[in-house]
């Protein structure tokens, strides 16, 4: 086979450059540590490597929601705790109103402070997050959540959010509630429960309470009806007072009487001067929401009012206590609601470790370079590419011209 000088040049230029190319590869896979360089190195190791690559690219982002959402639910257990410290406070305050040594000026100082807690209890149901957001305002995280106008005709601490929850991806599939609107944890609190006699009956009675509420409430959750709400009380010959509905006719309850004596029905007291023969009808008040600001507020107006009578009181404190008694049953919730997203979170928290480590460990495999291997093939190369870079001179010297 005859071989001209073109092509032993051609050969050596080829041999030359294909070493310093390899060379050049595997001196920048040592310095970026990465034995895939391109794509065309290892195809399919490179669409394996790119799905990893945006797999912890998404664990990533799943890691700053998670610590998001868990700041934003320690920052609500914390102002719930303060809530309920002050709910507490406005409790004992409550019930020592109630002391019968205590002067108008006793009942001013308590609701001066009354006035500091309801305050205190506005500006954490107010609370913004660290981005500025107000925390129980629903969807509308920008306006504030509660609004105080004392001059008002109706609530004077009224919701201005909405009922909007808020929630964030710790996973593909898993989701966690970051917020709750305050008309849940505050404002959808049922205040007590009460009747009220009509005021044309004849006789009227000198007395009308609540002497047991669980058993009033009891017989309010099962009889009350918007379309059906008048009862009556009919005094019987047997001396027995009997309770019925007006609308169905139905007897509800009875119990002896005596005229001038109290008696109670279903939780409820009464006296009144009676003959068989007579009655008087009632009818169950609509139930009423609001939160332990308003409650607070209306209490604090009732302690301030001078012309406020024994009687007034203890059905204030009453009032007082069963909305502060069931707001704080409502914060209770929340706050185990709470503790129970935390659980959640921090258990994909750990799950979402457990993937990172595992993706990162696949794609180690896949791209990181073996210093070893390549400081050998580095070591092989360089050798390779000294003797083709040697040996070329002394090939392309001979010709015949050297043996004439």
Request: no cysteine; aromatic share 8%; charged share 20%.
């Amino acid at each position: 086979m005859r071989i001209s000088t073109n092509q032993i040049y051609d050969q050596n230029m080829r041999s030359i450059m294909q070493n310093q190319g390899d060379l050049a590869k595997t001196q920048e896979q040592l310095a970026t540590g990465k034995k895939l360089l391109k794509p065309s190195d290892d195809p399919v190791g490179a669409a394996k490597a790119l799905r990893l690559t945006e797999r912890l690219d998404s664990l990533t982002q799943f890691k700053r929601n998670n610590d998001l959402v868990t700041g934003s639910l320690e920052m609500q257990e914390t102002v719930l705790d303060s809530v309920r410290s002050s709910a507490d406070r406005a409790r004992a305050l409550a019930i020592q109103s109630g002391n019968g040594a205590y002067t108008a000026a006793d009942r001013e100082a308590i609701a001066s402070e009354l006035e500091q807690i309801k305050l205190e209890l506005l500006d954490l149901m107010n609370t913004k997050d660290a981005d500025g957001n107000y925390l129980y305002s629903g969807f509308q995280s920008g306006k504030q959540a509660y609004a105080f106008e004392p001059a008002s005709s109706g609530n004077a601490i009224t919701f201005s959010g909405d009922q909007g929850k808020n929630f964030i991806n710790l996973s593909e599939s898993s989701k966690v509630q970051a917020t709750t609107s305050g008309f849940e944890v505050f404002e959808d609190v049922l205040g007590r429960l009460k009747f009220t006699v009509d005021g044309s009956s004849v006789p009227q009675p000198t007395k009308s309470t609540i002497s047991n509420q669980d058993n009033f409430d009891n017989f309010f959750e099962n009889n009350y009806d918007p379309a059906n709400n008048n009862y009556r009380i009919n005094f019987l010959a047997s001396g027995q007072a009997e309770l019925i509905n007006q609308g169905t006719g139905v007897v509800l309850g009875s119990t002896s009487f005596a005229s001038g004596e109290p008696f109670t029905l279903r939780g409820m007291e009464f006296e009144v001067n009676a003959i068989a023969g007579d009655s008087f009808d009632f009818s169950l008040d609509a139930p009423q929401r609001k939160s332990m600001a308003q409650t607070i507020h209306e209490f604090e107006a009732l302690l301030n009012d001078p012309s406020t009578d024994s009687l007034t009181l203890q059905e204030g404190i009453a009032d007082a206590l069963v909305g502060l008694d069931n707001g704080m049953e409502r914060v209770s919730l929340e706050r185990a609601s709470i503790g129970g997203r935390l659980n959640i979170a921090q258990s994909m928290s750990l799950s979402n470790f457990d993937l990172q480590i595992a993706a990162q460990t696949t794609l180690s495999s896949i791209e990181d370079a073996d210093f070893a291997k390549l400081s050998t093939e580095f070591a092989k190369q360089e050798v390779a590419l000294n003797a083709a870079l040697a040996t070329f001179p002394q090939v392309s010297e001979l010709t015949l011209f050297n043996f004439i």
